[in-house]
């Protein structure tokens, strides 16, 4: 049953703290999106791979925040230092490009800074 | 960049049918898609459109007209676990970047 796996499903830590979260694409899927859900913002596109490289990463506050795909299995996003305003679900979807294209959601992880 | 807008909220009947709007504005369009969220989960694929015209799959249809920039989601004999979030997305460019409206939550009533 192929999904998308994210890790951790939730973390809660103190604001200043490196927060790491991690994203296993369904295998053969060569384009991994990162988003951020909150009640007020809705799905807000943070950065996208397409084959390992970085497409876009407009939507990602540069200072704090960063995302990589070290391998075509493993896609990070890193906060550092996190801030109470990082709460959110994160939510991390991968994609065939071609054909319909449709994305696939890992269950996301939820993340509180307080 | 894009604007994509859909309604915040609407309440409907069960088993009635709903349709819930979509407009947007892309400089390279590229396909729209429809998601269906429950709370608390993760958005789940229901329908694509690149074309003009209805696309239908089982109870859920979806509408596209790319000169107006628009599309809808049509849920006939509505059910109870309908009640979630409709996300209308659009994919933009030759790099086929993916951005979601703020999406529609729909109550169905009894």
């Known amino acids: 049953d192929a999904r998308v796996t994210q890790t951790p499903r939730h973390k809660v830590t103190e604001m200043g703290q490196e927060v790491t979260m991690r994203c296993q694409p369904i295998?053969?899927?060569?384009?991994v999106f990162w988003y951020r859900q909150t009640m007020m913002q809705g799905l807000e596109l943070l950065a996208y791979?397409?084959?390992?490289?970085?497409?876009?990463d407009s939507g990602m506050p540069k200072d704090r925040f960063s995302a990589e795909m070290p391998d075509a299995t493993l896609a990070t996003l890193k906060i550092q230092p996190s801030e109470p305003r990082d709460s959110a679900v994160y939510f991390c979807?991968?994609?065939?490009?071609?054909?319909?294209?449709?994305?696939?959601f890992g269950e996301g992880s939820r993340l509180t800074v307080l | 960049g894009q604007n994509i807008d859909q309604p915040t909220e609407m309440t409907a009947t069960e088993g009635a049918i709903v349709q819930i709007n979509c407009t947007y504005q892309?400089?390279?369009?590229?396909?729209l898609f429809w998601y269906q969220q429950h709370a608390g989960e993760a958005p789940t694929f229901l329908s694509y459109?690149?074309?003009?015209g209805l696309e239908e799959k089982g109870r859920f249809s979806s509408f596209l007209s790319r000169s107006k920039g628009y599309s809808y989601l049509l849920l006939k004999e509505l059910q109870m676990k309908d009640s979630a979030s409709y996300l209308c997305?659009?994919?933009?460019?030759?790099?086929?970047?993916?951005?979601f409206g703020t999406g529609t939550k729909l109550q169905v009533i009894p």
């Open positions: 979807a991968s994609a065939l490009a071609g054909g319909t294209g449709e994305l696939f």
């Open positions: 295998l053969g899927h060569n384009t």
């Open positions: 791979f397409r084959n390992r490289a970085p497409l876009d």
């Open positions: 892309t400089s390279g369009f590229n396909g």
């Open positions: 459109n690149v074309l003009d």
């Open positions: 997305a659009v994919r933009e460019g030759g790099y086929q970047k993916v951005t």
